[in-house]
């Protein structure tokens, strides 16, 4: 291979040759004052020798501890090749989802015809300033911007950039969702759902399951009384399992009972996955569920909120968070104690308790003291 940096023709116009970080950079010589390409005259090469020079240059600089060098490759990365290089790492991990998609989608819109090298922290703060303007919470921006985030760093890793820009984490106290669903409000929202997606959300209602893990859930994880969930579809990447108790039991006897289906010739199919949709899985429903949750008056909730709701009816019951924790999957104490929301009744329920604890123990007891 040839290491040393050169000069060389292609067309009517000469080029340079260099090395930086062991992969070739080539780029049109240009005159340092005008910008305008060089051609093969003797005048332009020995312009053109300055010109090089100049780059060996920048590159010793950046070695000395001077401003990173930006070459030709860098300069020609726009963010939506960072993107796609993240979308491509994401599918390769399994992690890619609708949520994904959807955050990406949006900085794609903003930044994706971009040139990497020109994402700088001010036109960040421009974005995040717009999102706001548009009554995006903080959380959604963040997870949009750790995305930006985490696709710098992945082309940094692979040596396609040599810098990203800073990217402000925003504060999400206070902005947390404390949505979570009464019984009778789950319900009504169930009765406005498609047929395919009851049992769905049902499911969702009882386990706290993320709508992923559902998604996934295969015949093969479903034994006689237990349903197993891969360490692969866990957040906690360990393998879960739950038996199938009460009305989990009436769930997958529904399920055994759909589970053939037939293809547009009429023949019967059977389908690998619980939920299924003509034997796919189920796939993106906002649509749907919001249609439903106007219908039924329940306001804005999510399909998220099923999990925070599982949480709070689990300990509720009396259910001690570590089991509670192996049921849903959450990975951390912190997580849980965040889902398991506790509402007015129960913080009422709390103080007339406690009242009636100092109450039954506000009798002093005296202990006569030994006198020596």
């Known amino acids: 291979m040839y290491l040393c940096p050169k000069i060389f023709q292609r067309g009517n116009y000469l080029w340079i040759a260099y090395y930086h970080h062991g992969k070739e950079q080539r780029e049109v010589a240009r005159h340092r004052k005008t910008d305008e390409k060089l051609t093969t005259s003797d005048k332009d090469r020995k312009e053109a020798e300055l010109f090089l020079k100049q780059r060996l240059g920048e590159l010793t600089a950046e070695k000395h501890g001077g401003p990173a060098f930006i070459g030709t490759q860098e300069k ?43 994402v700088s922290a001010d036109s960040i703060a421009a974005y995040i300033a717009e999102m706001r ?19 710098y760093e992945l082309a940094m890793k692979d040596r396609k950039l040599t810098s990203a820009p800073r990217i402000e984490h925003l504060s999400e106290v206070g902005n947390e969702r404390a949505g979570f669903f009464e019984t009778g409000d789950f319900n009504a929202v169930v009765e406005k759902l498609p047929e395919y997606l009851k049992d769905f959300v049902r499911f969702g209602f009882i386990t706290g399951w993320r709508k992923s893990a559902i998604q996934k859930l295969r015949w093969e994880s479903v034994g006689d009384d237990v349903i197993y969930l891969a360490a692969k579809n866990s957040k906690t ?63 804005s909730l999510l399909f998220h909120d099923l999990r925070r709701t599982a949480a709070r009816n689990m300990i509720a019951a009396g259910t001690p968070q570590a089991v509670a924790m192996k049921i849903t999957g959450h990975r951390t104490d912190a997580m849980f104690r965040r889902y398991a929301i506790v509402n007015e009744d129960q913080k009422r329920d709390a103080l007339a308790n406690t009242q009636k604890y100092v109450a039954a123990n506000a009798a002093r007891k005296v202990v006569a003291m030994k006198s020596k």
Do not use: M
């Open 76 to 118: 020609r990365l726009t963010v939506n090749d960072l993107l796609d290089s993240l979308e491509s790492d994401y599918k390769t991990r399994n992690k890619d989802n609708a949520q994904f998609q959807s955050h990406l989608k949006r900085i794609r819109s903003y930044f994706g015809a971009w040139k990497a090298i020109e």
């Open 133 to 151: 303007e548009d009554e995006y919470t903080d959380s959604t921006i963040n997870r949009g911007t750790q995305l930006l985030g985490q696709a």
């Open 237 to 299: 990447r360990k393998p879960e399992s739950i038996p199938i108790e009460g009305e989990l039991q009436e769930i997958i006897e529904r399920r055994r009972a759909a589970q053939v289906w037939e293809d547009e010739e009429g023949e019967a199919r059977f389908s690998v996955y619980v939920f299924h949709v003509d034997g796919q899985p189920v796939g993106d429903f906002r649509k749907a569920w919001a249609t439903a949750c106007k219908a039924a008056k329940v306001g």
